[in-house]
């Protein structure tokens, strides 16, 4: 009895040492074995600096568990038949981790010399379909601004990793289209 009573004590040590906890300004949660398991919390901060938890999402199960609440307003849902309908969602399509998690490839976006030499600056949408596995496909240029600014969005938006939550009706995954801003602007010499 205290041999195996010995056994899970040393079990319970090398197990919990194999995960690591991580925290930074915007997640924390376990790593283990470099992969994230368990329940991880994602942070935004408000316009008075405060830090606020935009998603609680378990790595494990791969179910969202929380989400800040969203704007109320329709969103593009394909219905069964293959059509496109504007409905309320019980949550939007969500990128696991938030905006925070999604500003990396964001920040991967390469400014145009053709824009650069024309002094092209604005916002392009991308606009891409969400379905029921969290997949993201059919991305597209919503509103460009030319001079190879749309291709690079689009290059962008191709590139980010399908760590996508599908928006939901009720319980059921649904697909839905998602529409992802890139801001051209040129720095003030």
Known sequence: MKQLLLFSLVLICFSTQAQKLRKTDTASGLLDKGEKVGVWEYYAYTRDGSQVITQKYDHSTNKLLFFRPFDDVPYPVQTASGEWTRQRVTHPVFFVGGDAALAPYMSKLNYPPAAQAKNVQGRVVVSFVVDTLGRASNQQVLL??????????????????????????????????????????????
């Open 144 to 189: 460009g601004i030319g001079s190879g600014c749309d291709e690079e969005a689009l290059r962008i938006a191709r590139s980010i990793p399908n760590q996508w939550i599908p928006a939901r009706v009720g319980s059921r995954a649904v697909v839905s289209k998602f529409e992802l801003p890139f801001t051209f602007r040129l720095s003030q010499q």
